[in-house]
């Protein structure tokens, strides 16, 4: 549910920021993919709070007898009515942290690879370059930050059960890797790079053919004639 309204939102802002820059550098695409990504935050880090307490429900640690979410409104309605809109939020600077340079990364590199790979509407292979720029495009997105996500994913997940284990980004950071070492934040990074070269490979690719269809259609409603006489052209 969430993912529809966050892509959405991501490539409208990025678009959009980058022609607000005027022109098409590596460093505007950066620019606007961290302007995506920080705005995006608002829907994502809700979402992510739903996901991970429905995740833990009922499992580990944290089983309980009775489950406490029917499903992601119903708990996030609970948090809301236990916690405000601060439990809500709860999370919400890391996943900035996160989410920012993220993007930032993400949109910058799937233009180097898809300038690289020269992808263009005439190209025969344009769809498997496409697919295989998304998909790298993710994968470096989520290597750039992934030690912050999971100290976003702990902090969203702690005081399931009744329990707080941190006071803050700082505190989590400090006790983890005290407990558990530097390996801490790589925890879960290849499951996580599994999922998302095919996940972000279909995605770009699915947005750029969209966009490439949208505005050959456009292109030829301009050439066709209108409701008076066309006048040849001094060419």
């Known amino acids: 549910m969430g993912l529809t309204f966050i892509n959405a939102l991501v490539f409208g802002v990025q678009g ?3 022609r607000a820059l005027g022109k098409d550098t590596p460093l505007n695409q950066f620019l606007a993919g961290s302007a995506a990504g920080a705005i995006q935050c608002i829907i994502c880090c809700p979402m992510e709070l739903a996901k991970t307490r429905m995740q833990l429900q ?10 406490n979410y029917k499903n992601s409104l119903d708990c996030l309605i609970k948090i809301y009515r236990k916690e405000g809109l601060r439990g809500i939020n709860r999370g919400m600077v890391s996943t900035f942290i996160r989410e920012t340079p993220s993007f930032g990364f993400y949109f910058l590199t799937y233009d180097c690879m898809t300038r690289y ?9 344009v769809i498997p370059k496409l697919l295989f720029s998304g998909g790298m495009s993710g994968i470096v997105s989520w290597l750039s930050t992934y030690p912050v996500d999971v100290i976003k994913s702990r902090l969203q997940a702690d005081g399931v059960g009744g ?33 998302a070269f095919p996940v972000n490979a279909a995605t770009f ?10 505005r050959s259609e456009d292109n030829l409603r301009e050439c066709e004639p209108g409701p008076v006489i066309q006048q040849p052209s001094s060419l």
Do not use: P
């Open 117 to 125: 790979l020269g992808c263009e509407a005439e190209d025969s292979y």
């Open 58 to 67: 009922g499992t580990g640690e944290y089983k309980l007898k009775m489950k």
């Open 163 to 195: 329990i707080t284990q941190y006071n803050g980004i700082l505190d989590c950071v400090r006790k983890s890797y005290h407990e558990e070492g530097w390996r801490v934040f790589t925890r879960g990074l290849t499951s996580t790079l599994l999922r």
């Open 16 to 18: 959009n920021t980058l």
């Open 205 to 214: 690719a699915t947005v750029t053919v969209f966009l490439m269809y949208m």
